[in-house]
């Protein structure tokens, strides 16, 4: 395995919860290559991370995540739809709920505390426009 799918393979991995000792552990093992190799990629993941993922700004990332939340709602909606079992239905507008709330957080309210801290800037400054 080359070193970009080794890497992929840490991002997946850690996206699945995995912690760095396991994975480190997993990855050695599968791909017969040091642990110092892995721990390395943990260390440099700041300078390949945003290549491997095609990670070129914020404005881009934001756009994905909104999209990966907006999938997750969609999803569970059809399973809230269709499902036919009380407790696949809750669960269902939990997930529903939970996006809503991470959607929020993620696109919504940076902006918010971006206009609050202007606004603080202004108020300290003695201006204020409302």
């Known amino acids: 395995m080359d070193v970009v799918s080794r890497r992929l393979e840490?991002?997946?991995?850690?996206?699945?919860?995995?912690?760095?000792?396991?994975?480190?552990?997993?990855?050695?093992?599968?791909?017969?290559?040091?642990?110092?190799?892995?721990?390395?990629?943990?260390?440099?993941?700041?300078?390949?991370?945003?290549v491997v993922q095609g990670v070129v700004d914020a404005r881009s990332v934001l756009l994905k995540v909104v999209n990966r939340y907006e999938q997750i709602y969609r999803q569970a909606s059809v399973r809230l739809l269709t499902a036919s079992n009380e407790l696949a239905q809750l669960g269902a507008l939990n997930t529903m709920l939970k996006a809503n709330g991470a959607l929020f957080e993620t696109a919504v309210l940076p902006e918010v505390l971006g206009r609050l801290k202007e606004l603080e800037e202004k108020a300290k400054r003695g201006v204020f426009v409302p």
């Not at 000792?21 to 290559?33: D, G, M, P, R, Y």
Request: charged content about 30%; glycine content about 4%; aromatic content about 10%.
């Open 10 to 50: 840490l991002l997946k991995l850690e996206g699945l919860g995995f912690s760095q000792a396991e994975i480190v552990k997993e990855l050695s093992q599968k791909l017969t290559c040091s642990r110092r190799t892995v721990y390395n990629d943990f260390e440099t993941r700041e300078s390949w991370q945003p």
